[in-house]
């Protein structure tokens, strides 16, 4: 039956494509366009293929028979355990307590028994009664403490270890069978046990076996779609339980701050990126790899920065000091293991973040800023290493940002400001020297560097020197561009020292030669004035060096 099945699939098929063909003809022989370019030499129009009534209902029945062996099933089977669930939170008055959860224990078992029974004739349904077994077997020992007035066990950490027994019997199950579905079955009953726990000495270890066990299972069956499950399921229990449980109808609120609340964070990180980095590598970074790369981060980094945030500045500097090692570790680990581009990207800017943090945390504004542009020379010559365009591109966009925050927010911009030109300058130097390292095939970044260095020096010297120093600053910056120029043989850094002049003459001639003290005015003009003489005596003399006939004419003319 499958293989006539098949041959009927195949001929549908064929004739959908000749149909098409024959369409594609018609066309290309009303504009002329067929393979031969000849309009007169196209196909005479040929009848459509019909499709015989006999194929139209085989494929109605194919697709009738896939609804009720696929989809019926699972829907039959989650409405059965939705209604026996409802079955057993009745009240069952003037019963035994344990009943309602013995005739569940019943109903899971017998579920079983049919599953097992079936899995060879009807290996799908009994897929599907298993995991409804499994589902019942968890529901059932619930309510051994929930939904009830008289529950059988009173005690909340009885309840707790009869539900941990609960979902180590349904992940052998689940292991046996070597279902994915069942598994991540498992996992969510071992996450909700976590969260009925509610205490910290529940949460955390039993999280951490459980994201533990993940990790290993997934690494074991190669399911890297169960390790990202896994790590949503992870960081989503921990931030449910530092807000208080709402699930459970408490509340939304922050629980008051305890170590135990952010380091967990570093160790699930830890444990996730090891379930990517040791995984049986098939090929490149596929979308899950990078989806659990990313989850991991956002998941580790966003809820420690959550719960880190509210201590005082001394402490946050610690906590984040340790993120960003832990954080810049593991992109190193990718970059040296696999040469990953996108996971050590994302790891590596995570670490960045946090050290932008523990900055932040540590110095008062504006100083921050200035420390920041520093992070930012770091990040560079990290991300030649790495040799991630990603990551030189990301931090250009940041260091934009922190330089136009800093000129908006600073109260007063002091001399340390130049530093911003210092980084820029540097930053566009190690781009250059290493272009080739990071595949850099235009000068797009460079450039940009040297456009922020080139703004930033006469702006940072406008706010931080006297007013009668600015313009003999400028002809120092400019000085500076020019010896660059020769020192690395740039045309760049001439233009940048032409411009310069060409700012600080009309600065002189518009606002010194008007505003200025008569000293100051007079220094400007002798101190600009001698300064680009040198420069055109240094041109003239390069020109009469490679062309001494001419530079005799320019002499007589």
């Not at 035994?96 to 290996?123: Q, T």
């Not at 420069?535 to 020109?543: D, E, G, P, T, V």
Request: charged share 15%.
């Amino acid at each position: 039956m499958p293989a006539a099945s098949e041959a009927k699939e195949v001929a549908g098929l064929s004739e959908r494509l000749a149909h098409l063909e024959h369409r594609l003809s018609l066309i290309e022989s009303k504009l002329g366009i067929g393979l031969d370019h000849q309009p007169e030499q196209a196909q005479p129009e040929q009848p459509l293929p019909e499709i015989s009534l006999e194929d139209a209902e085989h494929r109605q029945e194919e697709l009738e028979n896939r609804i009720g062996e696929n989809w019926f099933p699972k829907v039959g089977i989650s409405v059965l355990i939705i209604g026996f669930a409802f079955l057993l939170t009745f009240p069952y008055q003037g019963f035994p307590s344990a009943l309602p959860s013995l005739f569940g224990y019943l109903l899971a078992g017998g579920a079983f028994a049919l599953g097992h029974r079936w899995r060879n004739s009807l290996p799908l349904i009994s897929r599907y009664a298993q995991g409804g077994a499994l589902v019942l077997l968890y529901f059932t020992t619930l309510r051994l403490y929930f939904f009830s007035t008289d529950p059988p066990i009173a005690d909340r950490n009885i309840e707790l270890v009869a539900l941990l027994l609960a979902v180590i019997v349904m992940m052998t199950i689940s292991l046996r069978t070597h279902s994915q579905f069942q598994v991540v079955l498992s996992l969510t009953a071992g996450f909700i046990a976590a969260l009925i726990g509610a205490d910290v000495w529940v949460v955390i270890p039993l999280s951490l076996v459980l994201a533990s066990a993940t990790v290993y299972i997934a690494w074991k069956r190669g399911w890297l779609s169960l390790l990202l499950y896994g790590t949503v399921l992870t960081y989503l229990t921990h931030l449910l339980w530092v807000l208080n449980n709402p699930i459970f109808g408490n509340s939304i609120t922050l629980l008051p701050f305890s170590p135990w609340h952010a380091i967990p964070l570093l160790l699930y990180a830890v444990i996730f990126a090891a379930g990517i980095l040791f995984r049986e590598r098939t090929g490149d970074e596929n979308i899950i790899v990078i989806a659990n790369s990313v989850v991991n981060v956002l998941g580790a980094g966003g809820l420690y920065l959550i719960i880190t945030g509210l201590r005082n500045a001394e402490v946050l500097v610690w906590y984040h000091a340790a993120t960003s090692a832990l954080f810049l570790c593991v992109a190193i680990l990718f970059w040296r293991k696999e040469g990953s581009r996108y996971s050590t990207f994302f790891y590596a800017m995570a670490g960045y973040m946090a050290m932008s943090v523990l900055l932040i945390a540590e110095f008062n504004r504006p100083d921050y800023f200035v420390w920041l542009a520093w992070q930012s020379l770091l990040v560079v010559s990290m991300a030649v290493w790495f040799r991630s365009r990603f990551i030189v591109i990301a931090n250009f966009v940041i260091y934009v940002i922190i330089l136009i925050a800093y000129a908006i927010l600073a109260d007063t911009v002091h001399l340390v400001s130049v530093s911003f030109g210092i980084v820029a300058l540097a930053s566009a130097r190690i781009l250059n020297w290493q272009k080739e390292r990071l595949a850099l095939k235009t000068e797009l970044m460079r450039n940009a560097y040297l456009a922020c260095a080139f703004f930033i020096f006469p702006f940072a010297l406008y706010h931080a020197l006297p007013t009668g120093y600015v313009s003999i600053s400028w002809v120092v910056v400019a000085l500076f561009y020019y010896a660059m120029s020769i020192l690395l043989k740039s045309r760049k850094y001439r233009w940048m020292a032409f411009l310069t002049f060409l700012m600080t003459l009309g600065r002189v001639a518009f606002v010194d030669s008007v505003s200025l003290e008569p000293a100051y005015r007079v220094v400007s003009f002798l101190v600009l004035g001698t300064v680009l003489l040198l420069i055109s005596l240094r041109y003239a003399k390069k020109k009469a060096d490679l062309d001494p006939a001419a530079a005799h004419n320019d002499l007589h003319d």
